[in-house]
Every structure is written in structure tokens, then in C-alpha cells.
């Protein structure tokens, strides 16, 4: 067998490609990549706007539900939403407006299962801390569903890549130095990043 060749290595902005979004990817996997459907994602962060980037390239309409209002514009105008709801705003108007009309919602928050449609997914996205309670009413009287969205090995990865690739998909990074780690938590925890950041080690080494 031939050695390889060797290639450049990927743009920074390809480094939470590689394994972060694949559980962001549910739509692909849920019969949610028919264009016109309607998908929610709750949170805007580094599996959020990532997730808004590969429904709006399966043709969805996308709606936001965050609970930073100042990111309304940033959903809409930088990740091309369609909509973007504050989740303080979740009970009027948003509520009456939204009621039973999502095809899906990705990320795990069972409250917002009445927005789903008939026959409409709600994905839940890694492992919460405590079990999750299901309410049996709303998932029986539209035939929901309450799926899980995991790691689906080297096939399903390198599909998710490839796709990505064809649109063009990166993650919006802040790249930074070794140096700078204990500052970013801090960030982190105030929510003040957009919307990875992506640790420059081989330029932090140089420099040292």
C-alpha cells in the first residue's frame, strides 16, 4: 500500500468540526432534512450555532430559543435564523405563535415539547446530570418523539465532514494562547465567547 500523502493541516475553524457537531447534526438522521421544514434549536453556543448552520443548509426554517436576548440580531443576521425568541419571552407571544408548529427541536428541553407538530422530534443533545422526567400526554396526543443524538463512528462522522465541507460550514472560534486558558473560563462562564474558543499550542511553543 502506498505511504499517504501528506496535506495542510485545516483551518483552525474546521477543529470543533471534527468532533463537536456531529450530535448537532440530528436533523440528517430524523427525517428533518426535507427543505421547508420547520426545526427550533435552543441555546446559542458552540453546539447551537452550529446546529442553525446545518438545518439552514438542509433548507429548514430555523427558529432560536435563547436565553441571551442580545443574541436575537446575531441569530438572525450573522447565522441566518429565521427566527430568534428570548426563552423569558417563551410564554406570550412566542408560545402562541410557536404552538405546534416545529418539525423538530434539538437539545434537551422537555418544556418546549408543545411546540412540536404532529409527529415532530425533539432531540436531546449529550448526557444531562439527572434523568430526565418524559411527560407521556404531550408525546401521545401528536405521536412525538424524544430521540437521542450521538456519535455515529467513523461513517457517520466522515458524512457530517463532508457535508459541512460542501457548505461550507465552519465554527465561529476565538483562537487563543496556552497562556490564555484560565481567562477564557472565565469568559466561559459569563457566556462572552463566539462561540469556541480553539487553543493555538504550535504558536504558543514557538513563541516560548
Do not use: C
Request: net charge positive; aromatic share 8%; no cysteine.
Amino acid at each position: 500500500m502506498a505511504r499517504p500523502t501528506m496535506i495542510e493541516p485545516p483551518p483552525m475553524e474546521a477543529t470543533p468540526i471534527s468532533w463537536l457537531p456531529m450530535r448537532a447534526f440530528p436533523p440528517k438522521y430524523y427525517g428533518l432534512d426535507k427543505p421547508g421544514m420547520h426545526v427550533g434549536v435552543v441555546g446559542l453556543g458552540g453546539r447551537g450555532h452550529i446546529a442553525v448552520k446545518f438545518a439552514k443548509a438542509l433548507g429548514a426554517k430555523v427558529t432560536v430559543i435563547s436565553t441571551s436576548p442580545n443574541r436575537k440580531d446575531e441569530a438572525i443576521q450573522r447565522l441566518g435564523a429565521t427566527l430568534s425568541w428570548s426563552a423569558a419571552a417563551l410564554f406570550f407571544p412566542f408560545w402562541l405563535a410557536a404552538f405546534g408548529t416545529m418539525d423538530g427541536i434539538i437539545f434537551p428541553l422537555l418544556s418546549l415539547i408543545g411546540l412540536l407538530t404532529t409527529n415532530g422530534k425533539l432531540t436531546t443533545v449529550g448526557a444531562p446530570e439527572k434523568p430526565l422526567e418524559r411527560p407521556i400526554f404531550p408525546l401521545l396526543s401528536g405521536r412525538k418523539i424524544v430521540g437521542e443524538s450521538v456519535m455515529r463512528g467513523i461513517k457517520g462522522t466522515q458524512e457530517m465532514i463532508d457535508f459541512a465541507a460542501k457548505h461550507n460550514i465552519k465554527a465561529d472560534i476565538e483562537v487563543i494562547p496556552m497562556d490564555y486558558m484560565n481567562t477564557a473560563m472565565d469568559h466561559l462562564l459569563k457566556a462572552d465567547i463566539r462561540y469556541r474558543f480553539v487553543i493555538d499550542i504550535a504558536n504558543t511553543l514557538k513563541a516560548a
